[in-house]
């Protein structure tokens, strides 16, 4: 780094990691007349597995150090940012492409894939949101279900992969069942499929578990794509910043679907992502915290014979076959966001798991 790029970054508090760290807990603090979470009135939002806890102090810090600079362009943060990812997975600038959010990602692999005729693999249920770009391209949607322990049945799934397949879609762990599958199984898995295809693997709830990206992987094979974001565990949901890892080669056809490679991100997004980088404190606390509520709302949900999924991430999916009540009813007239049914057989829902406060509330309102 030149030593002027340096001070410069010092002066945005990017360059420092010495910054007051608040009690996290005391940070799900409520945003007044914004979305009013906690707030008397406001809803709780357990519903798109934000972090409540987030952004990280670091992050707010650099956000409000840069608002000086919003009149220009973002030219200078992207390349910091994309230095400092590399750093940290142990790759090189050439394998990062960075973006509004994975969903921009999800979307740009979809695109790419589109470029030929075909079809596309995943399982059901998985987060689809980007499907609907694909279909919309003329791919046809092929959806294979997970097993009975909510598991991928990557057997299936190799069986299914068809001459026209484009892109198999992976998300470990799987959104919204919070099932991860062993690394083992899935480097297997990737090795055959990608003999024939292009995979795409999406990380966004991997920091939440112990297991490593795949992205040493990804950096070696060029059908390979692993995406991940700043939305979960860092807390910068609004911000919008994402980035894939893959083969210097496959970065480059997917960074030619953007008008302004890396360009995407706000000078803003980008300081926040790089400081909460730093952050690790942030990381582990939000961990630590979610790991307890999670065991909270798990317990309870034993005691009230309601089945679920052990989960790797921040929401739990859990069945509400033999539930009495009317559990949406009961979520609503208590002011609490949750999601739907994603399984019709055995009534499969998922929330995401807030704060302890929230949990309670969350369990009081379905008791
Ligand atoms: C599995 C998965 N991938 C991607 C996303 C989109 O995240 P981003 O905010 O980075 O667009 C989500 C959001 O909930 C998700 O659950």
């Not at 519903?47 to 990280?56: A, D, I, K, Q, V």
């Not at 608002?67 to 910091?80: D, F, G, K, M, V």
């Not at 987060?127 to 598991?151: C, F, S």
């Not at 049945?153 to 959104?175: E, G, H, K, V």
């Amino acid at each position: 780094m030149h030593t002027n790029r340096r001070n410069w970054l010092k002066q945005l508090g990017l360059g420092v990691a010495a910054i007051g760290v608040a009690p996290l807990e005391t940070l799900a603090a409520p945003v007044p007349g914004l979305f009013r979470d906690g707030m008397p009135g406001g809803p709780i939002r357990l519903r798109s597995n934000e972090n409540p806890y987030g952004p990280s102090p670091m992050a707010k810090t650099a956000i409000a150090n840069v608002a000086n600079i919003t009149n220009r362009y973002n030219w200078e943060l992207p390349s910091e940012l994309i230095t400092t990812l590399a750093q940290k997975y142990r790759i090189n600038n050439d394998n990062i492409l960075l973006a509004a959010g994975s969903t921009e990602l999800l979307d740009l692999t979809a695109r790419f894939a589109a470029l030929q005729e075909g079809s596309f693999l995943m399982a059901n249920p998985t987060y689809d949101y980007w499907t609907v770009v694909a279909e919309r391209l003329g791919l046809k949607k092929i959806a294979v279900p997970v097993m009975a322990n909510k598991q991928y049945d990557l057997p299936a799934m190799l069986n299914a992969i068809r001459s026209d397949t484009r892109l198999i879609y992976l998300c470990n762990p799987n959104n919204p069942t919070g099932a991860i599958c062993n690394r083992d199984a899935l480097v297997k898995f990737i090795q055959e499929a990608t003999q024939k295809t292009l995979v795409l693997v999406d990380e966004a709830y991997i920091d939440f578990t112990d297991q490593p990206s795949l992205c040493d992987l990804a950096i070696e094979n060029k059908n390979l794509v692993v995406v991940k974001t700043f939305s979960k565990i860092y807390g910068l949901a609004g911000a919008r910043v994402g980035y894939a890892l893959a083969h210097a080669d496959t970065i480059v056809q997917l960074s030619q679907l953007q008008s302004w490679p890396n360009g995407a991100i706000s000078v803003i997004s980008t300081a926040a992502a790089l400081a909460s980088l730093k952050d690790t404190t942030f990381v582990n606390d939000t961990r630590t915290l979610i790991e307890k509520a999670k065991k909270y709302t798990t317990s309870q949900f034993e005691r009230l014979k309601i089945p679920y999924i052990p989960s790797s991430s921040n929401f739990l999916y859990f069945s509400l076959a033999n539930y009495k009540k009317d559990f949406f009813a009961q979520l609503k007239s208590n002011n609490i966001l949750g999601t739907r049914i994603y399984e019709e057989q055995g009534r499969w829902s998922r929330i995401t798991v807030g704060t302890m406060q929230e949990m309670e509330r969350f369990i009081n309102a379905i008791d």
